[in-house]
């Protein structure tokens, strides 16, 4: 087994790092140790989670989020709203429940918005779609796809879950769920939390391989979104699915073991005196 020196150890650290950013620019800390940990324990070198971050600190490579906002949501319609199915459900299989979602994307093309289907067990993306403006029709294509990928048989225990936003309310959307008798829910309230898995699958596409893209044309975009949903599909290891990849998820059966840790704690409410 090969004896580093302290400088020949970091610089061969670094130098993985910026082989995983080549396909997952902006990957956080977490998943990168997870993708790194193995190859560097059979090199011999013995890093721990904090000591890569306190490297990437040190070389400024850690990634820092970064915020603008557009409206994809119109939601005073005259169409019918769905009650929200999934309040207190925690899916336990693949094609139990499906997210959906449209995000917006600043390009040097203008603003692009993204339609998503995403299984909420496996944090799978099953459809995507991008387009120049928020018409039904490209996140219906989306909901298309990702309809490819089952049988009708097993649409009828899927519950398809959104915001009510006019594209899942139309007709022109419906009519598409219709044949496979999948059930429809929608949010209540402007709470993201209730959408909150769709909301968390658009913040790392956008993040994490989006971002830093020049895209100059709607085909650009294209590409670039396919590219970046192989890599997320496929590659990147996932927080909430036990570390494996959301088509690794995607393969499972029963609860999956969640690897981050919620910080958030309700208000503990003040006795009445």
Known sequence: MRQWSSQ?????????????????????????????????????IKMGRDA???????????IRKRRRKALTTFSRHRFRKYPNLIRELTPLRPNQV????????????????????????????????????????????????????????????????SDRGIQYCSQEYLEVLAPYHIQVSMTENSDPLENA?????????KQEYLSQQP????????????????????????????????NEAHGSWGPLERRWKNYYKPPVPVSAK
Request: aromatic content about 8%.
């Open 197 to 205: 898995i769709a909301e968390r699958v658009n913040g790392i596409l």
């Open 8 to 44: 020949e150890r970091e610089q061969y650290v670094l130098e993985q790092v910026a082989k995983v950013r080549q396909e997952h620019p902006r990957i956080g800390g977490r998943k990168l140790y997870s993708l790194l940990e193995q190859g560097l324990r059979e090199q011999g």
């Open 98 to 161: 499906w997210v959906a979602d449209i995000t917006y994307w600043f390009t040097q093309a203008g603003c692009l918005y993204i339609s998503l289907l995403t299984d909420a067990y496996s944090r799978r993306i099953m459809g995507f779609a991008v387009a120049e403006t928020l018409a039904t029709v490209h996140a219906r294509r989306a909901l298309e796809m990702a309809l490819q990928q089952i049988s009708k048989r097993a649409g009828r225990d899927l519950i398809h879950h």
């Open 215 to 246: 895209v100059h044309s709607l085909g650009e975009a294209a590409q670039h979104l396919e590219q970046a949903v192989f890599l997320y599909n496929y590659k990147r290891p996932h927080l909430s699915c036990d570390m494996q990849s959301p």
């Open 52 to 62: 890569l971050f306190s490297l990437l600190a040190a070389h400024n490579l850690l």
